[in-house]
């Protein structure tokens, strides 16, 4: 059983920068593929940024391209999320997931296994 915390979530400005942190316990962290997905007010759960279980690659939503950048540390057990330039329209909980099948790569929430329990970012204009 893996456990997920994430922190750094907060308000801020549009135009600001924001890092979220998740730290990952209880597996095999190096194996996983982890990712990020934010659920916005009245809106679905949607895919944010993933990167494989050896930090090879990445793969990025379309309203976060270009703004979002998301790295892992496995000596940290941890996966950050780098955001800039936020807009209003980034205003959500934020979720870290981790994938336990190794290999496997996708922007599916369905298959990431674990979850944390989100953390709020709300960005004003």
């Known amino acids: 059983q893996m456990q997920l915390v994430e922190s750094g979530g907060g308000v801020v400005q549009a135009g600001d920068s924001l890092r979220l942190s998740c730290i990952v316990s209880g597996g095999t962290f190096s194996r996983c593929a982890l990712a990020w997905f934010r659920q916005g007010p009245g809106k679905e759960r949607e895919f944010v940024a993933a990167?494989?279980?050896?930090?090879?690659?990445?793969n990025y939503g379309s309203s976060v391209k270009g703004r979002f950048t998301i790295t892992r540390d496995d000596a940290l057990n941890r996966v950050t999320l780098r955001m800039d330039n936020l807009k209003p329209d980034d205003t959500a909980v934020y979720y870290c997931a981790v994938d336990s099948d190794w290999g496997r790569f996708t922007s599916d929430s369905q298959e990431y296994d674990y979850w944390g329990q989100g953390t709020q970012v709300t960005v004003t204009s």
């Open positions: 990167v494989n279980w050896s930090g090879t690659r990445t």
